[in-house]
């Protein structure tokens, strides 16, 4: 089977997240990559792949020969006599609203036609389409990928596919923003990017212990908790272990679900078994505007320190090919580029390989939001 992603914003890191979960991935067009299944890829209850376990893409998709067909097939075998609601999107080059709009009168239109259920005419309303694509909030909104008799139908070029899979935008609202602890100063990883790292780390076979050795307020954690991983996390500040718990407290009262300590990183010796390091890394100071120079050499100074002495100090701890995927700070410099930390060949000295990825190169891995003066270089690595 043929899979469509449509792609996050920060294509390149969706891309290398796909990598590292499915075969095959192969970009479309600036928003979009087919992939295929592998025996270990994360997969729904329907055996197909999961959106929620995704963060960096917004829809997922399969391909299908006919739409008309394919709504026909699937409404006899529910034996759905419902209303039937169909939205269309097109990433084609051409696409336009009007286009989109066509498509989906000409379909339904045909689908009037026909005896899909059985004694009457279908009764079928289009979503109208203000762009050529639908958002990911209204085929969330009209529960296009949930309902039986609803389809979001994709049309590419000469391709189509129909929607498996929208981003739940309230559920990923929720877990940011309704956390009881909370802290404005270290900056929340937002958990679309949690989610990311943790695939980065792929393959993890469920229940494998993911340690957090920055875990602050416990975004890592918790999405690993949701992913069907044992989370582990440790971190310099009684305090911010205090608002994990806290967190995952809030999250979950199973017991012996997470497991959570005080420790510096450049030095703790963690509880065995590691199985994946996913964390972001300490960023340095917040900062509103671009830094001077002297201010970024010496937050630089402070990261790189910290950085280059977790590895070291985790290397012994970790059995070969053990993951490490790590959110890093780069600074917006006043000409508009970020400068990284390139500290990829010291890491690599300390007896790391830098995973590649076959569509992102490393210098794609960069996620931040536009004028964001501290960005996200993200890293990974796996032990010699
Ligand atoms: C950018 S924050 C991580 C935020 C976290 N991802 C979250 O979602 O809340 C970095 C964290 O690293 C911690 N930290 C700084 N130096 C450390 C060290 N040497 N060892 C362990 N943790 C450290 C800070 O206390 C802070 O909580």
Not at 174 to 198: S, Y
Not at 230 to 251: A, I, Q
Request: net charge positive.
């Amino acid at each position: 089977m043929n899979y469509l992603a449509v792609l996050g914003r920060q294509k390149n890191i969706s891309l290398a997240e796909l990598e590292s979960l499915f075969d095959k991935v192969t970009p479309l067009s600036p928003k979009l990559a087919t992939f295929s299944l592998t025996k270990i890829s994360p997969v729904n209850k329907a055996g197909e792949p999961d959106i929620n376990r995704l963060g960096g893409s917004l829809k997922l998709a399969k391909e299908i020969s006919d739409p008309l067909k394919y709504i026909i097939d699937d409404i006899k075998s529910k034996g759905y006599s419902g209303k039937i609601v169909i939205g269309i999107s097109d990433y084609s080059k051409k696409a336009s609203a009007r286009n989109s709009q066509k498509i989906a009168l000409t379909l339904k239109s045909k689908l009037r036609k026909t005896e899909v259920i059985p004694g009457k005419i279908p009764s079928v309303r289009i979503l109208s389409n203000k762009n050529a694509e639908l958002s990911s909030a209204t085929v969330y909104h009209n529960s296009l990928c949930s309902k039986s008799g609803h389809y979001e139908i994709i049309h590419f070029d000469k391709k189509w596919f129909v929607g498996i899979g929208v981003q739940n935008i309230n559920a990923y609202t929720a877990r940011d923003q309704a956390r009881p602890a909370r802290d404005a100063k270290v900056g929340m990883l937002p958990p679309k990017l949690a989610q990311i790292l943790i695939n980065l780390c792929s393959p993890l076979p469920a229940g494998t212990t993911i340690l957090d050795p920055f875990c602050g307020t416990g975004v890592v954690l918790q999405e690993a908790y949701l992913m069907g991983y044992k989370p582990y996390g440790t971190d310099l500040s009684d305090r911010m272990v205090e608002y994990s718990k806290r967190n995952m407290e809030w999250f979950t009262d199973e017991k012996g679900a997470f497991l959570l300590s005080q420790g510096d990183a450049t030095d703790f010796t963690w509880q065995q078994p590691i199985g994946a390091v996913a964390c972001e890394g300490y960023l340095g100071p917040p900062m509103s505007l671009s830094p001077a120079d002297i201010k970024m050499k010496s937050a630089m100074q402070e990261c790189k320190a910290i950085i280059i002495g977790f590895f070291k100090n985790i290397h012994p701890q970790i059995k070969s090919d053990t993951s490490i995927a790590m959110a890093i700070p780069a600074w917006l410099r006043p000409d508009g580029h970020y400068q990284r930390m390139n500290i990829l060949d010291e890491i690599e000295k300390l007896g790391y390989n830098v995973i590649k990825y076959k569509n992102a190169s490393q210098r794609d891995l960069l996620y931040y939001r536009e004028g964001q003066v501290v960005a996200r270089e993200i890293i990974v690595l796996r032990k010699k």
